[in-house]
């Protein structure tokens, strides 16, 4: 009880302290005027608890996901025709893996056309596409330098030679480091047949988890990204929040004015704005696709900066539209798709950053009674990383626990990394931060890693038998 108790005390200090109400307690307690801090204190720590309050269903999501099941679908006929469509920019080093890997599918073969652009390339991305079967285009534009442009001149092309609504079900955008799973299209027909979703995605895991700590760690964010929000969305059947490639859409999105989603992170735009204009988007956890990791700093920094820069950009572009959309017709889908992708660590880092600039200026100008002092400014920086790296532990453990039979990384790789998992979670609020300041241009990505989709099946398939042995 006593324990107990010295809890409760300890949480009622923490709340006094952080909403600036012991400042303001203390003042009136003294018949004294209240301390500018407190009301700073209070309007921060109120704007931080207004935000939380509004977000905390995220925190379910993650229980959920831990907990729960990504729901199963029944076999429909394969009788669908799928068109794959794959913005290239010089990946002759990994394009070919991946058609290979796609007419190795056990869906049949003459329901599914491949579509690539050449996008840029200086290498022979399209030669070798074009040998093994692909419908090949080119860009050759070099203002225009990203995915999204990429897609919109194939998309555009496409539609010159062929009927986007009519000639296919559904187009699957894949990227050309990506290795589908042999049923992959398979499940997602199951899907898209006993669903009335507009657009959906599949379980995203990686080819080189193992290559260094580097690729292990954007790995694990991965695999967070579907405990902490696509597998609960898909349990409570609400609209994702999409990234990454492994899209799939319904012909009618891509014929109603074809691609038209060209920011540095063309798929985030994409899904608020399918949100926005009530399509549904879903998700399906039997469709497996493998992707490759950064496996340098340099190409992590480039790769994070870019998507830090394109979440500020979509939302400034969409949120707007998309909380109107809310009032207008409100859903739980628009509020929840607000919130998921409203850059609250750039927020929160710099709501902290500034609060601490003001109290450094109320130090300078009315001294003690500004109730500043530098102890209290190096226990914020110490607790913001410190809480950053031991908070991004404990969800990283839980990450992996829950998605062990998808972790293609040996045991005691994982006991070895697992203390530098965290340091995403450190550094991220600063990509978040750096982003309102540096605009990234789209610059390439050498992707290496080559393994079918059969190696990594049967990889994965040794790993949980092992496992299996061992319990």
Same mark, same amino acid.
């Given at each position: 009880?006593?324990?107990?108790?010295?809890?409760?005390?300890?949480?009622?200090?923490?709340?006094?302290?952080?909403?600036? %109400?012991?400042?303001?307690?203390?003042?009136? &307690?003294?018949?004294?005027?209240?301390?500018?801090?407190?009301?700073?204190?209070? %309007?921060?720590?109120? %704007?931080?608890?207004?935000?939380?309050?509004?977000?905390?269903?995220?925190?379910?999501?993650?229980?959920?996901?831990?907990?729960?099941?990504?729901?199963?679908?029944?076999?429909?006929?394969?009788? @669908?025709?799928?068109?794959?469509?794959?913005?290239?920019?010089?990946?002759?080093?990994?394009?070919?893996?991946?058609?290979?890997?796609?007419?190795?599918?056990?869906?049949?073969?003459?329901?599914?056309?491949?579509?690539?652009?050449?996008?840029?390339?200086?290498?022979?991305?399209?030669?070798?596409?074009?040998?093994?079967?692909?419908?090949?285009?080119?860009?050759?534009?070099?203002s225009e330098h990203s995915k999204g442009y990429g897609l919109r001149s194939l998309?555009?092309?496409?539609?010159?030679?062929?009927?986007?609504?009519?000639?296919?079900?559904?187009?699957?955008?894949?990227? &050309?480091?990506?290795?589908?799973?042999?049923?992959?299209?398979?499940?997602?027909?199951?899907?898209?047949?006993?669903?009335?979703?507009?657009?959906?995605?599949?379980?995203?895991?990686?080819?080189?988890?193992?290559?260094?700590?580097?690729?292990?760690?954007?790995?694990?964010?991965?695999?967070?990204?579907?405990?902490?929000?696509?597998?609960?969305?898909?349990?409570?059947?609400?609209?994702?929040?999409?990234?990454?490639?492994?899209?799939?859409?319904?012909?009618?999105?891509?014929?109603?004015?074809g691609w038209k989603w060209v920011s540095l992170t063309e798929d985030l735009e994409?899904?608020?704005?399918?949100?926005?204009?009530?399509?549904?988007?879903?998700?399906?956890?039997?469709?497996?696709?493998?992707?490759?990791?950064?496996?340098?700093?340099?190409?992590?920094?480039?790769?994070?900066?870019?998507?830090?820069?394109?979440?500020?950009?979509?939302?400034?572009?969409?949120?707007?539209?998309?909380?109107?959309?809310?009032? @207008? @017709?409100?859903?739980?889908?628009?509020?929840?798709?607000?919130?998921?992708?409203?850059?609250?660590?750039?927020?929160?880092?710099?709501?902290?950053?500034?609060?601490?600039?003001?109290?450094?200026?109320?130090?300078?100008?009315?001294?003690?009674?500004?109730?500043?002092?530098?102890?209290?400014?190096?226990?914020?920086?110490?607790?913001?990383?410190?809480?950053?790296?031991?908070?991004?532990?404990?969800?990283?453990?839980?990450?992996?626990?829950?998605?062990?039979?998808?972790?293609?990384?040996?045991?005691?790789?994982?006991?070895?990394?697992?203390?530098?998992?965290?340091?995403?979670?450190?550094?991220?609020?600063?990509?978040?931060?750096?982003?309102?300041?540096?605009?990234?241009?789209? @610059?390439? %990505?050498?992707?290496?890693?080559?393994?079918?989709?059969?190696?990594?099946?049967?990889?994965?398939?040794?790993?949980?038998?092992?496992?299996?042995?061992?319990?």
């Amino acid at each position: 009880m006593e324990f107990l108790n010295a809890v409760w005390e300890a949480i009622v200090r923490w709340v006094y302290g952080f909403f600036g %109400i012991q400042i303001i307690m203390d003042a009136l &307690a003294k018949n004294e005027p209240i301390p500018v801090q407190g009301y700073l204190q209070a %309007i921060f720590g109120g %704007i931080v608890a207004l935000l939380g309050i509004l977000s905390v269903h995220r925190f379910l999501y993650f229980i959920l996901g831990v907990f729960g099941r990504s729901p199963k679908y029944p076999e429909a006929p394969k009788d @669908k025709r799928y068109a794959f469509i794959i913005a290239a920019w010089n990946e002759e080093k990994v394009i070919g893996n991946l058609i290979k890997d796609i007419r190795a599918m056990d869906y049949p073969q003459d329901l599914i056309e491949i579509f690539v652009v050449a996008d840029n390339c200086t290498d022979k991305t399209g030669e070798i596409a074009a040998s093994l079967g692909a419908h090949v285009y080119y860009h050759d534009c070099k203002s225009e330098h990203s995915k999204g442009y990429g897609l919109r001149s194939l998309v555009s092309q496409m539609s010159k030679d062929i009927d986007i609504a009519k000639d296919f079900y559904a187009y699957s955008i894949l990227d &050309a480091d990506n290795v589908p799973a042999p049923d992959y299209l398979s499940k997602i027909n199951n899907y898209l047949q006993a669903t009335n979703v507009d657009e959906c995605v599949g379980y995203r895991n990686s080819k080189n988890l193992s290559e260094n700590w580097i690729s292990a760690m954007c790995g694990v964010q991965n695999y967070g990204h579907c405990v902490n929000g696509l597998r609960p969305r898909a349990i409570l059947d609400v609209s994702q929040e999409m990234y990454g490639p492994s899209t799939t859409l319904r012909s009618y999105i891509l014929a109603d004015g074809g691609w038209k989603w060209v920011s540095l992170t063309e798929d985030l735009e994409m899904a608020i704005d399918l949100t926005a204009r009530g399509y549904k988007t879903g998700y399906t956890e039997e469709a497996v696709f493998y992707e490759e990791q950064p496996n340098k700093l340099k190409l992590l920094w480039r790769q994070r900066t870019r998507w830090s820069r394109g979440v500020l950009i979509a939302f400034k572009n969409y949120g707007g539209r998309l909380l109107k959309s809310f009032f @207008k @017709k409100p859903s739980w889908s628009k509020y929840d798709i607000f919130w998921q992708t409203f850059p609250i660590s750039f927020v929160f880092f710099w709501m902290g950053f500034l609060y601490q600039i003001i109290s450094i200026i109320l130090f300078l100008f009315i001294g003690n009674s500004g109730y500043f002092d530098w102890w209290t400014f190096g226990n914020y920086v110490i607790t913001l990383f410190a809480g950053s790296y031991v908070s991004g532990f404990l969800m990283n453990l839980v990450v992996i626990i829950r998605e062990w039979k998808h972790f293609l990384l040996p045991f005691w790789k994982t006991l070895l990394y697992i203390f530098l998992f965290p340091l995403y979670n450190v550094v991220d609020p600063i990509f978040s931060a750096l982003s309102a300041f540096i605009n990234p241009e789209w @610059k390439h %990505i050498d992707h290496h890693f080559v393994k079918n989709a059969k190696d990594l099946a049967a990889e994965e398939a040794a790993k949980n038998n092992a496992d299996e042995k061992c319990d």
